[in-house]
């Protein structure tokens, strides 16, 4: 467990991300692909009903033993909390009322957000939009480790906790890496959600809370879909920069698994990028893979050539707007 792994830098690389080309030739070839892009008019239904399950969990567990609550945060909290944070990833690209309702979608997000117990929806969208327009732009997707990160966590045991500290480092790296003035929008999220947090401790005690707040931090560490975090852009081959996933979990995340056709084309909702694969499947076969995420995690602790630095990074050329 204490083999150091030999990378010492990012795979930095002076070209452009591959997106925006192949998304320009899949529409030459196939223009009816623009008829995917749009909101999903399920999803809105989708996320209500994923938030009344979860109040319904919150009901349920007020009243069971300890060890009952930290078992059924792990076994059924995490994941619904984690399937909740991919909600509000698919409603930052306006999935759930289209662009021309941008804010009743910040709004619906922030009400995804109640039953995850920590205030990011705002701030995610902001983040999220800068990673997709300049994907491992150095100091402005931080989507990207530290440099911290790659020089700590380089042997097996570090890389295992790595793991388990991801929402910590999700939530700090904004702040080391491109800080942004607060906007009234992430106030609001927070105040509704602290709001929401009292009211639940004050109605039901300590129990639901704990099952909240523990369910989203242990379904985004050592847990079997927090895999896509390591999946979507670690480089396990050299040269590629994003990795499709193509197993059964996708249906509890919203199928960001296709993330190569995610980022070819973030404005076509989750439910709909594996007709962009079906119909422009020779674009996708040939790419590198995966069906299990629960095997990449075991691949990225294990291979001593993997580590926070395999992550293909690009100094960004000339202007660029941030969110």
């Not at 899949?26 to 994923?50: F, H, N, Q, T």
């Not at 609550?69 to 909740?84: D, E, I, K, P, R």
């Not at 059964?248 to 709909?272: A, Q």
């Not at 674009?283 to 580590?307: C, G, H, N």
């Amino acid at each position: 467990m204490g083999n150091r792994v030999a990378r010492e830098d990012f795979e930095w690389v002076y070209t452009d991300q591959p997106h925006a080309d192949r998304r320009k030739e899949i529409l030459a070839k196939y223009p009816e692909i623009k008829s995917l892009m749009g909101p999903d008019p399920r999803l809105k239904w989708i996320v209500c009903m994923m938030v009344a399950i979860q109040f319904l969990a919150f009901y349920l567990v007020k009243d069971l033993d300890w060890k009952w609550v930290l078992f059924w945060t792990y076994a059924f909290g995490s994941c619904l909390n984690h399937s909740m944070t991919l909600a509000i990833h698919e409603i930052s690209h306006n999935a759930a009322f289209g662009n021309s309702k941008a804010m009743w979608n910040r709004y619906f997000a922030m009400f995804a957000n109640l039953p995850i117990g920590l205030p990011y929806s705002a701030s995610f969208k902001r983040y999220h939009l800068d990673h997709h327009r300049y994907l491992g732009g150095d100091g402005v997707d931080v989507d990207i480790p530290t440099d911290f990160e790659g020089w700590f966590f380089c042997t097996r045991f570090r890389k295992f906790i790595w793991i388990i500290l991801q929402p910590l480092f999700y939530a700090i790296r904004p702040l080391c890496i491109n800080p942004k003035p607060i906007t009234h929008l992430e106030l609001t999220n927070v105040a509704f959600q602290l709001t929401f947090d009292i009211l639940l401790y004050w109605l039901w005690g300590a129990k639901p809370v704990v099952y909240m707040m523990a369910g989203s931090l242990l379904g985004m560490g050592l847990h079997p879909i927090s895999g896509h975090f390591i999946a979507e852009h670690y480089m396990f081959l050299k040269g590629h920069e994003t990795y499709s996933y193509y197993g059964s979990l996708n249906l509890l995340t919203f199928n960001v698994g296709y993330h190569n056709e995610h980022h070819d084309f973030p404005s076509i909702p989750g439910r709909r990028l594996p007709m962009v694969k079906k119909i422009a499947a020779e674009f996708y076969d040939d790419l590198p893979q995966y069906t299990s995420w629960i095997k990449v995690l075991y691949d990225f602790i294990m291979d001593d050539t993997l580590s926070p630095y395999s992550r293909i990074k690009r100094k960004l050329k000339g202007e660029f707007k941030l969110e």
